[in-house]
């Protein structure tokens, strides 16, 4: 990127520049992540709940976060009188920040890196990590006590769940040998079975794992304890309205999509299909190739914020001491069991057999994945006729149609 | 002016400017606040320099872990006289002269050492180097000079590695670590 500016400006100003389009890049990735992830969002829940969602606003509704951020920028921007409001108008910005700087060190492709650091992996840990402080901080600052609740949860939560996943990014990172994200995901060139996930049963337990710690520490539901509307009014926002409330919902969806492109670089191939057997932008030109590469990456970050939402919307809330049950008894131990074991995998298990195993494991999840799929088509969708319940209750009427002459 | 210098006079200043702020302000959380700015500046200065690697861990440890542990201490705990802080006088005048004396140290050591040499080669080592060295491997030394040293001392390098300071370290660490585990448990009462 500096190269291409020097071309049109003298020596610091092309640095200057390539900075400046590089993050503006960043910010609009972000906002138009945020803008259709908040739209699916509401889609994918009310389909679960059996609802249409939004449909008013433009074709599907797709235009409702435009009227949402309309909404929310002209609102009103209050704080209450007790507040700390220094810290109070500070903490929406710092939660941003974190959430932002995660995707500098974030390769959308072979070398489409903002910042190329040998340490990228152990970068976003460590900038992810400090995200906390922007909730604990509004949480403080809110002079309510509902607030200062979600604060402290939140704290507790993700200083605990940032130990376990840190654990579960160095399991990918001990079969890859480096911390440079943009070689990791050079390595995974190639059909699907070279991704990390397959390359033994460690990583590939250890890919779920760090999937539902990364989940946690976004504090997404069923681990959204630091903003339980039903015990907590709203958790760490509650004082917060318009434009300050909308920096904390691009902050999570920030570190949703950061997190999830963590996991689809360390684990799943990057920005490879699998089914392409070299690297796009080699054969296919620069353009052409990075194009596609930048598309897969952003496909299989999508792929994973979705779920996310899926989960959210089917599974109950837990308890706060269960959340830290879950991390403390289950998730760390398995987690350093996972380590040792991925360790003792590449010192002692010989390569042919581990040769087999990788296939098999790849071989197996795609052909499981291929008849859920099947599967899903094979069956026509459960229909019954008016006033009478589908599948299990065949037959049953239901007390609840209503009777239309 | 170079980008490099004008960079490191920005982040110069903000870090210093937040470190006065955590001396100078009354509120706890406001201090622990400017500490957060200070030690990204420090974070961000080794970022500049080309250290990546302790610029992460600086975040990672003082920002990510250290802080958010004394923020969440500060808001279970504060309460009246613990959240305005009051420096007495005599605290003040003892604390500036100590300061003093500590500033006019370093700028006379800063004076009295060499610019150090160039290294042969512009690359800098990356972490790899580091993690062998802990690992025992001898042959990961930077080849440049050392330097900070007064001028015409020779100083022979020995081939150092690092597995048992790194490995005592790790005991301690594990040994702190059972041990707030075992003040933390939960208590059961005897039976009597």
């Given at each position: 990127m500096p190269e291409f500016w020097s071309v049109y400006l003298p020596e610091p100003w092309n640095l200057v520049a390539a900075g400046v389009v590089a993050a503006a890049a960043l910010f609009g990735y972000i906002g138009i992540s945020t803008f259709f992830a908040i739209w699916a969002e509401r889609k994918v829940s009310a389909r679960i709940q059996d609802r249409l969602g939004p449909t008013r606003v433009g074709p599907f509704g797709l235009l409702q976060s435009l009227a949402d951020g309309i909404k929310l920028i002209s609102k009103e921007d209050v704080a209450p009188a007790g507040a700390d409001r220094f810290l109070f108008k500070l903490a929406p910005y710092l939660a941003f920040c974190a959430a932002f700087c995660g995707f500098l060190a974030l390769p959308f492709g072979k070398g489409l890196v903002a910042l190329e650091l040998n340490i990228a992996a152990f970068f976003m840990l460590a900038v992810l990590s400090s995200e906390v402080f922007g909730v604990?901080?509004?949480?403080?600052?809110?002079?309510?006590?509902?607030?200062?609740?979600?604060?402290?949860?939140?704290?507790?939560?993700?200083?605990?769940?940032?130990?376990?996943?840190?654990?579960?990014?160095?399991?990918?990172?001990?079969?890859?040998?480096?911390?440079?994200?943009?070689?990791?995901?050079?390595?995974?060139?190639?059909?699907?079975?070279?991704?990390?996930?397959?390359?033994?049963?460690?990583?590939?337990?250890?890919?779920?794992?760090?999937?539902?710690?990364?989940?946690?520490?976004?504090?997404?539901?069923?681990?959204?304890?630091?903003?339980?509307?039903?015990?907590?009014?709203?958790?760490?926002?509650?004082?917060?309205?318009?434009?300050?409330?909308?920096?904390?919902?691009?902050?999570?969806?920030?570190?949703?999509?950061?997190?999830?492109?963590?996991?689809?670089?360390?684990?799943?191939?990057?920005?490879?299909?699998?089914?392409?057997?070299?690297?796009?932008?080699?054969?296919?030109?620069?353009?052409?190739?990075?194009?596609?590469?930048?598309?897969?990456?952003?496909?299989?970050?999508?792929?994973?914020?979705?779920?996310?939402?899926?989960?959210?919307?089917?599974?109950?809330?837990?308890?706060?001491?269960?959340?830290?049950?879950?991390?403390?008894?289950?998730?760390?131990?398995?987690?350093?069991?996972?380590?040792?074991?991925?360790?003792?995998?590449?010192?002692?298990?010989?390569?042919?057999?581990?040769?087999?195993?990788?296939?098999?494991?790849?071989?197996?999840?795609?052909?499981?994945?291929?008849?859920?799929?099947?599967?899903?088509?094979?069956?026509?969708?459960?229909?019954?006729?008016?006033?009478?319940?589908?599948?299990?209750?065949?037959?049953?009427?239901?007390?609840?149609?209503?009777?239309i002459k | 002016m170079s980008l490099p210098v004008v960079l490191f006079a920005l982040l110069a200043t903000v870090t210093a400017v937040s470190a006065l702020g955590v001396v100078l302000s009354r509120n706890v959380v406001r201090m622990a606040v400017w500490l957060l700015f200070t030690l990204i500046g420090v974070s961000l200065l080794y970022l500049l320099l080309g250290a990546e690697f302790v610029g992460a861990a600086q975040l990672i440890v003082y920002v990510g872990g250290t802080l958010v542990l004394l923020v969440f201490g500060v808001m279970l705990t504060a309460q009246g006289p613990l959240r305005e802080l009051r420096t007495p006088a005599a605290q003040l005048v003892v604390g500036g002269i100590l300061g003093a004396i500590l500033v006019s140290l370093l700028i006379v050591v800063s004076y009295h050492i060499v610019l150090p040499n160039p290294p042969e080669q512009d690359k800098l080592p990356g972490v790899a180097s580091l993690g062998l060295a802990f690992l025992g491997v001898t042959e990961t030394n930077p080849p440049a000079a050392l330097t900070g040293l007064p001028e015409g001392t020779r100083v022979a390098r020995t081939p150092v590695a690092y597995l048992l300071p790194f490995e005592i370290v790790s005991v301690h660490l594990l040994v702190v670590l059972i041990g707030a585990a075992y003040l933390a448990r939960a208590k059961r009462r005897v039976q009597s």
């Open positions: 604990v901080l509004a949480g403080y600052a809110s002079a309510n006590k509902w607030s200062l609740f979600g604060g402290v949860r939140e704290a507790a939560q993700v200083v605990s769940y940032e130990v376990p996943r840190a654990m579960c990014v160095v399991i990918p990172v001990c079969v890859a040998g480096t911390l440079n994200l943009n070689l990791i995901g050079q390595q995974q060139t190639g059909w699907f079975w070279n991704w990390n996930l397959f390359h033994d049963p460690f990583t590939f337990v250890a890919f779920f794992i760090f999937f539902i710690c990364a989940t946690a520490s976004c504090k997404r539901a069923p681990f959204d304890l630091a903003e339980a509307e039903s015990e907590l009014v709203a958790g760490f926002h509650t004082e917060y309205s318009g434009i300050r409330w909308s920096y904390f919902f691009l902050a999570e969806y920030g570190s949703m999509f950061a997190v999830s492109g963590l996991a689809s670089l360390l684990f799943l191939g990057g920005w490879h299909t699998g089914l392409l057997p070299f690297e796009p932008s080699e054969v296919w030109g620069f353009w052409w190739g990075n194009l596609l590469n930048a598309a897969v990456f952003i496909g299989k970050c999508w792929l994973l914020v979705g779920v996310m939402m899926w989960m959210r919307w089917s599974l109950p809330r837990l308890r706060i001491d269960q959340v830290m049950m879950t991390c403390l008894q289950y998730f760390l131990p398995i987690s350093c069991g996972l380590l040792v074991g991925v360790c003792l995998w590449l010192l002692l298990v010989p390569a042919g057999a581990a040769e087999v195993v990788r296939y098999a494991l790849a071989l197996g999840t795609a052909g499981f994945l291929l008849t859920l799929i099947v599967s899903l088509f094979r069956y026509p969708p459960m229909s019954a006729p008016r006033g009478q319940l589908p599948g299990a209750w065949d037959g049953v009427r239901t007390p609840l149609t209503i009777q | -």
